[in-house]
């Protein structure tokens, strides 16, 4: 079934270690995305790409960065610099263009905590 | 900036009533509004798409609205059962979308 993976399910970070969630797609679309979940706050934004090797800073960039070499693959890293990273991480896909008529497709997340 | 807000963080209803769920969204003019539902623990799944010439989009038992003087949408859903309980989230969206901007989202919960 085509669809979008995100590994692991659930992640422990040691204070001043970077970690690499990952997301792959195999619905052929040319956009992702990258939103971080607290209780009460909705979605944000913290980057999203419309083609491989390019992508553009959402809302709350500060403290992650991504890479897309492969249009399956749009993996996130939480850097030493995210102060307060323990959230709920989704990955999105969807067709590419500029239009807004197309939805996004989730995958289910990854639950980030600091130990 | 952009706001969406949605009404009320939980609504609670018995099973067999309609839920009836507020989007309303300030400094914007989206040309779509886009409707999710979210699962505990779970990403969001999109259910319905309504454009800005559209007043009102059908789906089973889902109705969506769009009334963009008032800038505003209502997700109703009728006959409601347990298994609509969840969050809700609206995300309106402008013609050139490069990525969605969410509400805060709604939770259901229908009591039988």
């Known amino acids: 079934d085509g669809g979008i993976t995100q590994s692991p399910k659930y992640l422990f970070r040691k204070e001043g270690q970077n970690v690499t969630l990952s997301c792959e797609q195999n619905l052929n679309h040319d956009a992702m995305y990258w939103y971080r979940q607290d209780p009460g706050q909705g979605l944000r934004l913290i980057y999203y790409?419309?083609?491989?090797?390019?992508?553009q800073k959402g809302d709350i960039a500060e403290g992650y960065s991504v890479s897309r070499e492969k249009k399956e693959s749009f993996p996130l890293t939480v850097t030493s610099a995210q102060k307060n990273p323990t959230a709920f991480y989704l990955c999105?896909?969807?067709?590419?263009?500029?239009?807004?008529?197309?939805?996004?497709?989730f995958g289910d997340g990854t639950r980030l905590s600091i130990l | 900036s952009q706001k969406i807000e949605q009404n009320s963080e939980a609504l609670n209803i018995q099973e067999g009533k309609t839920a009836t769920l507020t989007c309303n969204y300030t400094n914007y003019s989206p040309a779509y509004l886009q409707w999710y539902r979210q699962d505990p623990g779970r990403g969001p799944v999109f259910l319905l798409l309504i454009r800005e010439n559209e007043k009102e989009k059908r789906k089973e038992r889902l109705k969506v609205t769009f009334d963009t003087t008032l800038k505003q949408s209502l997700f109703h859903i009728t006959a409601s059962q347990p298994a609509d309980s969840a969050t809700y989230l609206c995300a309106p969206v402008g013609q050139a979308g490069t990525a969605l901007i969410f509400g805060k989202g709604t939770t259901l919960s229908v009591s039988s």
């Open positions: 790409s419309q083609i491989v090797n390019d992508f």
């Open positions: 999105a896909s969807r067709t590419g263009g500029f239009r807004g008529n197309q939805p996004q497709h």
